[in-house]
């Protein structure tokens, strides 16, 4: 407290422009003087508020202690009162290179949770330790949680070097059994630093009690660490985070978390594998930039319109993230229910929501002694290796190849209770399994071809698209037209809204372009359909020329006559005084949003292979006006003249 | 990237991770520099666009050039602008110094207005750098029914994955300029040339570094009347910034209070 004169003069740094910030947390055990040491820290820089000594050693006789650091930090009255840290905090000083922010991490182990909040975010570590008690419980358990974290430059602090008559023996004894706990994890401190945080040692000026002592002060060591930076060198990794049509413009929005990604790039979606090009960078307010880095929160759009949804994660064609349903973590557990195999939890993996169920316990490790043994569940507080498996296939990332798109937080209900990072050691990328890509995409010749199926059934393959209105009738005559051609033998089946929403579809929504896919699907289906020989119904509104071209498409890869458009047509007020499942009211409340009519757009067929009007005509007429239709355009000669 | 340009990033990608997890959203404008810069984010996050509401606690009681400043820009930035009137100070707790009570009827008018729109999620522009108690925050901080903050068990928050998942009947406060400090918030007020309300800037020797209301704020001695000038006294100020906000000051956990029972 005498040092004030030695103080670093901090009126000399620059303030014309921005400065680096270098997050630090601060971690140790319990009482080893982690408040104490940021306290000091923030008085020796000149960075306490006008007043604060003066209000600290007032709330510090209050409670009949000496002046008391930690109060700098410690907001909450019960913190004061326990003279604990219960949750983290961040506090901010500057030295003549830069600014820092301090993470002061509760030390309490039940306060885990909390530690984690601080640490997670920090390029840099300190690691205090208490010089008369040693290494301790929280001490290894902390030094862990980084490696866990990922916070590789660290600097252990031993503090208190006064209790131990600044020997410099201890100070020795007490960094070779930190270091090689350390040493176990990967991780060498760039820094070790015998200090006494309250009387100021080595802290901001070097100590004259420990002469023996050469290495730098704190201060000096916060400006020797690396503030780090987005990995830029590495693959494009661009997690979706929404869509947005807020205009004419369709814009995918999502932080590239690695490399670099500019307008023209050919991008893959994972898992999707949809390869498509960047149209443009989006921006508001400014010029639209040529590329963007990581670290930064884009928008784009694309060249083509495909389906993409939250969670996809963009890269480029070339090293793409690998695609798995299994994968092995090292894991952090913080749920006061214990990880048992067999419990399914929801995994949240940058933007990627996802169900994933506990399958193996392979190891839990004693953070004291590091030794690994066997358990069958694993405890809050506790860290293990643990294997998992989803049911979707998943785009992730090795976490020592890159971070931030290799670790998740797993949920139960409402909470988040653990996190951790992937190996996919031993797991095959299942992307080459999984996936047709249009480079080496090869018809398959079937052995039996169509031209077998037609003669086998007696009608060609084929779809016949039904669009029109809600209650213009599209499924009553496509379940009678399906009755009718099963009883002249024909091979027929319906694709409606009831069996293909329940399976094929499920995962899709109502909003526009899960409507879109909706169709996409279907299309696709029914050319399957079709190939196989089968006469397929379709019955959907599909209120878009755009949509209905698209199933075109595809169906004319089968056969360029397969596709029959088929306008099922009644007007509108027809249809609303119809109303057969009572939705037009819903619309009309608006109960119902972007309905059909309503308040969405139907563009009729411009060119419908036959149009049946269900408004002026009977079922029977319009049925018969059909299988006419189907008789002159699929059935074999033979059958058609039978 | 320099430091602004990791904020804006980050503020950017916390809102939008609120905009597509949490139904109904809005935004507490309080027409401060930091609620300011937050809208200006969101038309950065949106492509020009504040896609949820904007809210005033109006007590009736703020400075007269921020009233001003609400009229022109509630037009000029296309904010869809809710006035919520907040109670009285006779309905608040008074058991709470009566600085502590003219802040108070901001909670009741939050608690109000958000009850009344049945909103899940309420944006603020607070800072940890501000004040002791708000530097414990969350980036997404859930409320219990009544609004209280249970500051003593609060969610992990780490790698960016926020807590989007709530029982019904609770919200989250959700505080995009979490990490930002004091003299970034000016820095890129001077950026993005924002505007603010003039009586930040210094007249006569007097300037607001913090505005609230008429009768429980007072400005500071300062000749700052530019930005520039500005972010230099700030470099080297000692003083806190809320220094003029006498409800901060009555008691050690006056301002604990506060925030438990659901100040912002």
């Not at chain 1, 590789?152 to 602090?157: E, G, N, P």
């Not at chain 1, 991780?187 to 901001?204: C, H, K, Q, T, Y």
């Not at chain 2, 800072?127 to 980036?139: H, P, Y």
Request: overall charge negative; some cysteine; proline content about 5%.
């Amino acid at each position: 407290m005498e040092a004030r004169a030695a103080k670093p003069n901090i009126q000399q740094i620059r303030t014309d422009a921005p400065r680096d910030l270098l997050k630090l947390v601060v971690v140790g055990h319990v009482d080893h003087g982690k408040s104490t040491l940021i306290g000091r820290l923030l008085y020796d820089t000149d960075s306490l508020p006008e007043g604060k000594l003066e209000e600290l050693k007032v709330i510090s006789q209050r409670r009949g202690m000496s002046l008391e650091w930690s109060f700098a930090l410690d907001a909450f009255q019960a913190e004061r009162d326990q003279a604990i840290t219960i949750d983290t905090t961040q506090i901010w000083f500057k030295t003549p290179k830069r600014d820092v922010v301090i993470i002061d991490a509760p030390g309490h182990r039940e306060f885990l949770k909390n530690m984690v909040s601080g640490a997670a975010a920090a390029d840099a570590a300190v690691l205090v330790i208490d010089a008369a008690e040693g290494v301790r419980e929280q001490t290894r358990r902390h030094g862990y949680l980084l490696h866990l974290l990922g916070v590789r430059q660290v600097a252990v602090v031993v503090n208190k070097m006064d209790l131990v008559d600044y020997s410099a023996q201890r100070f020795g004894d007490l960094v070779h059994e930190v270091t090689s706990y350390l040493a176990g994890l990967g991780l060498e401190p760039s820094f070790l630093l015998p200090i006494s945080a309250r009387d100021g040692d080595n802290v901001a000026v070097p100590s004259t009690n420990m002469s023996w002592y050469d290495g730098p002060t704190v201060l000096q060591a916060f400006d020797r660490f690396h503030v780090l930076t987005a990995p830029v060198e590495q693959p494009l990794r661009l997690p979706v985070q929404d869509v947005y049509h807020f205009d004419d413009r369709r814009i995918i929005a999502g932080r590239i978390e690695s490399g670099i990604l500019r307008a023209g790039d050919t991008l893959l979606f994972s898992p999707s594998n949809k390869i498509v090009k960047v149209r443009a960078l989006e921006a508001w307010n400014a010029e639209p930039p040529i590329e963007a880095h990581a670290g930064q929160s884009v928008g784009i759009t694309l060249e083509e319109q495909i389906f993409v949804e939250r969670g996809e994660v963009i890269s480029h064609v070339e090293n793409p993230p690998p695609l798995t349903s299994v994968f092995r973590a090292s894991l952090f557990w913080m749920g006061h229910t214990p990880l048992e195999p067999g419990r399914r939890y929801k995994l949240k993996l940058a933007t990627k929501e996802a169900n994933v169920t506990a399958e193996t316990i392979e190891r839990i490790i004693d953070t004291d002694s590091l030794a690994p043994r066997s358990g069958d569940k694993v405890e809050r507080n506790m860290v293990a290796e643990v294997i998992f498996r989803s049911r979707e296939v998943l785009a992730v990332d090795e976490y020592r190849s890159l971070a931030r798109t290799g670790r998740f937080v797993l949920l139960d209900g409402y909470d988040t209770v653990g996190g951790g990072s992937i190996s996919l050691e031993g797991y095959p990328d299942q992307r080459d399994a999984l996936t047709i890509r249009s480079t080496n995409v090869f018809s398959v010749e079937h052995g039996v071809t169509g031209t077998s199926r037609a003669e086998r059934n007696g009608h060609t393959g084929g779809v016949l698209w039904f669009t029109g209105f809600s209650g213009a009738g599209k499924s009553t005559l496509a379940m009678e037209v399906e009755r009718r051609l099963f009883q002249k033998g024909y091979q027929v089946y319906v694709l409606d809204g009831d069996n293909v929403r329940r399976g094929l579809n499920a995962n899709l929504g109502f909003s526009p372009d899960e409507r879109a896919e909706n169709i996409r699907r279907v299309g696709e289906a029914a050319a399957l359909f079709a190939d196989a020989g089968f006469i397929c119904i379709t019955a959907f509104i599909s209120p878009y020329q755009a949509d209905r071209d698209r199933a075109r498409g595809a169906a004319q890869r089968v056969d360029t006559n397969a596709f029959h458009e088929i306008h099922v047509h009644a007007d509108l007020a027809t249809c609303e005084e119809r109303d057969p499942k009572g939705l037009y009211k819903k619309a009309r409340s608006g109960e119902i949003r972007d309905f059909t009519g309503i308040s969405a757009p139907y563009e009729p067929p411009a060119a419908p292979e036959l149009t049946v009007d269900t408004g002026n005509e009977s079922v029977d007429d319009c049925v018969a006006a059909i299988i006419g239709h189907i008789e002159r355009n699929f059935t074999m000669k033979e059958r058609s003249g039978g | 990237m320099n430091r602004l340009d990791e904020l804006e990033s980050q503020s950017i990608y916390i809102l939008r991770e609120a905009y597509n997890r949490i139904d109904s959203l809005s935004m507490l404008w309080s027409l401060g520099k930091d609620s300011n810069v937050m809208v200006w984010l969101a038309r950065k996050a949106f492509f020009g666009r504040v896609p949820f509401p904007a809210i005033l606690l109006d007590t009736g009681n703020e400075l007269d050039e921020v009233y001003a400043f609400r009229d022109q820009y509630v037009d000029e930035w296309g904010l869809d602008y809710i006035n919520a009137i907040c109670p009285g100070y006779e309905e608040t707790d008074p058991t709470l110094t009566s600085n502590a009570r003219a802040a108070a009827r901001k909670t009741l008018g939050l608690k109000r207005v958000i009850e009344e729109n049945g909103f899940r999620g309420i944006f603020l522009g607070i800072r940890r750098d501000e004040q002791a108690v708000r530097s414990k925050e969350r980036v997404f901080s859930p409320r219990g029914e009544d609004g209280a903050w249970d500051y003593k068990d609060q969610p992990p928050e780490f790698w960016d994955q926020y807590k989007t998942e709530f029982p019904p009947n609770t919200h989250v406060r959700i505080h995009p300029l979490l990490a930002w400090t004091e003299v970034d918030i000016w820095r890129y007020i001077e950026r993005e040339q924002i505007p603010v309300v003039p009586l930040y800037f210094a007249k006569d020797g007097w300037r607001y570094r913090s505005l609230g209301e008429k009768d429980i704020t007072r400005p500071v001695q300062s000749n700052a009347s530019t930005i520039e000038e500005i972010i230099a006294e700030l470099e080297t100020t000692r003083e806190p910034e809320r220094a003029g906000r006498t409800m901060d000051h009555d008691s050690e956990d006056a301002f604990e209070r506060l925030r438990q029972a659901g100040y912002m």
